[in-house]
């Protein structure tokens, strides 16, 4: 008898303090765009140069991918730039195993060096919040 409750007794202590929970995982958490330059009227093109040209108002965007590595579905509540020059676009609900992306947009306006973030918040307990950073060079 002892036994059956020695064994029920862990069972129910298993059940009770065993969770599910999502787990979040980024590639990376800071995307570097290198020096770019922005010209009147580029048209882009596939050729991968050290330096990036880009049109004038053209939007860069930085994508950061991640991966639900948890036992349940992990949401991301918000994304929240630092800046209103950032915009943000996201899945809110990734599955148990599914991957998605957070992309972060910028327009670059002026000449020098550029350092953006965004504070993502999800129902990770392990990792209520991340920063996401994105930095790059505009040259003339």
């Not at 036992?71 to 609900?93: A, E, H, N, R």
């Amino acid at each position: 008898m002892k036994i059956i409750l020695s064994t029920l007794s862990i069972f129910i202590t298993y059940v009770l303090f065993a969770q599910t929970n999502p787990k979040i995982s980024f590639a990376y958490e800071t995307f570097d765009f290198g020096d770019i330059k922005i010209l009147e009227d580029y048209k882009n093109d596939t050729i991968n140069l050290p330096i990036k040209f880009i049109s004038k108002g053209d939007t860069l965007i930085a994508p950061f991918y991640f991966k639900n590595l948890g036992t349940s579905d992990l949401v991301i509540s918000d994304v929240k730039p630092t800046c209103g020059c950032t915009i943000t676009d996201f899945t809110k609900i990734v599955g148990v195993g599914q991957g998605s992306i957070i992309n972060l947009k910028f327009v670059p306006v002026s000449i020098g060096p550029f350092y953006k973030s965004a504070t993502v918040l999800t129902n990770d307990p392990d990792v209520p919040s991340i920063i996401l950073r994105f930095q790059g060079n505009v040259i003339e």
